[in-house]
């Protein structure tokens, strides 16, 4: 009879993590990528190189709330004069629920010239909060949390880069938009993108097809008009980032692609 207590308790432990997933995660199909994926990035002001960027999901999926889950990083940092100016050394990373694409815990490190950012975002889904801590700059250690309650299927920005990539848009017409929404440090967010047509586009890794996108930015004080912000995607199955131009009123800033590897699908490259 114990032993049998003993296996039922275990059997209700365990349905507690499974059945109770029922309804929370909303599966999202993905021809788009998979894990071992590496993404090369040049970074320019004007006409100056000043940077470099990387884009990884990890080879093997980790498990986080019981659920499979890509790790996405993104490292980015200066080179050159620019690094003995204004050094910047970013890493960003999430792991993100391989079925659903929501995020389970993200992170950032962030070191920018003398200023310093270690944040650490846990998502609750089934309970729909977040918890969001920083780490004290003085102690080490981290401080209270601050907690919040958010919308079902919310994301942050790298499982929204990765949800964006699995969108269709065959069907869209030049002046469409929709909706990206997400949390990003303690603020929820929700960010028109309109659909620009496609076009083909160079970059350092060669000329492709692309869809160009470019997000309805509100006023504020770093970028500037209509337009500021232009994104080229793949225009295949894998719909990488391809090409980013910022205009901002200190100047222009841009990205574009260099390398890549581990591809799901064919790029779709321009002779």
């Not at 970059?203 to 337009?227: Q, S, V, Y």
Request: net charge neutral.
């Amino acid at each position: 009879m114990k032993n049998l207590l003993q296996l039922a308790l275990v059997f209700i432990t365990f349905s507690a993590f499974t059945v109770g997933d029922e309804g929370v995660y909303t599966d999202v199909p993905n021809e788009s990528f998979y894990t071992g994926e590496k993404l090369t990035y040049k970074v320019t002001f004007g006409i100056f190189s000043i940077g470099e960027a990387e884009m990884v999901i990890q080879d093997n999926f980790y498990k986080v709330n019981h659920r499979d889950c890509y790790k996405i990083d993104v490292y980015g940092k200066t080179t050159g004069m620019v690094d003995w100016v204004a050094k910047v050394d970013d890493h960003w990373g999430a792991y993100v629920d391989s079925a659903a694409l929501v995020p389970h815990i993200s992170y950032r490190n962030i070191k920018e010239g003398n200023y310093r950012k270690n944040e650490v975002i846990r998502f609750d889904h089934r309970s729909n909060q977040i918890e969001a801590k920083v780490k004290d700059k003085k102690t080490g250690e981290y401080k209270e949390p601050n907690y919040y309650y958010a919308p079902e299927n919310i994301r942050d920005m790298l499982a929204g880069y990765l949800y964006l990539r699995t969108m269709d848009f065959s069907k869209m017409k030049k002046g469409d938009r929709f909706t990206m929404s997400g949390f990003f440090e303690d603020t929820f967010y929700e960010l028109d993108v309109e659909y620009k047509g496609t076009e083909k586009v160079k970059t350092k890794a060669g000329k492709f097809k692309a869809i160009k996108l470019a997000p309805i930015m509100p006023d504020n004080k770093l970028f500037d008009g209509e337009d500021s912000i232009l994104v080229w995607i793949s225009n295949d199955k894998n719909k990488i980032p391809l090409k980013i131009e910022a205009k901002m009123f200190i100047g222009s800033t841009g990205l574009e692609l260099s390398d890549y590897k581990n591809l799901r699908n064919d790029l779709n490259k321009l002779n």
